[in-house]
């Protein structure tokens, strides 16, 4: 049986207390994902491969609600900066919420038919990401990016489609700011 508990989650290092798991995504396991290939290499190598992002969680197969963080380095591969893998939800009628904690960063989201949207992420907002619309988070800032994402416990991730045809649009820095700009890739593949 499952006993309530109150679980620590430290806003600025990404800590779970009591936590059930845990995962490292170093740059080198991000291959495909960045446009610029040269400059991904390089970031590999320059940067001793870096760990890109690292998420925690707070999981039991008992229940259907989970929760965890991810905190995501701040960096850049030529222009575009640090971002996770992105994907839609195995199930399609999951949904999920990501609560940013620390930091800033930028939520793209895509709908299966095409729609892009974009949700600034930073301390007090709450994201909302409606079913079956594929996420992918970018941290903006120069500082870690920390959220809390709630999720159903077998949402699942189906990576396979963001992984072959990326996303519709790449944030890259233009001028110090963010930009969302279309994907050439996309284009050329779509074509
Ligand atoms: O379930 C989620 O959406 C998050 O926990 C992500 O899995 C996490 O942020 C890492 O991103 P990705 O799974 O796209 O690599
Ligand atoms: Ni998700």
Redesign the pocket.
Known sequence: MLFPEGVAIDGKTGAVTPETGRYV?RLSELKGIYQDQAAFQRAVSDGNDPVA?E?IDYRNKESDLSF?T?IMAPGQVGGEYFM????YHERPECG?A?YTQSGEGLLLLESRDGEVRTVEMKPGICAF?PPDWA???INTGKEKLVFV?F?ATD?G?D?GEILTKGMRKIVVERDGRYAVIDNPAYTKASA
């Open positions: 995504k992002y998420v965890g991810t996770t893998r992105g994907h999920e990501y990401i996420h992918r988070s994402w999720c949402a991730h990576y």
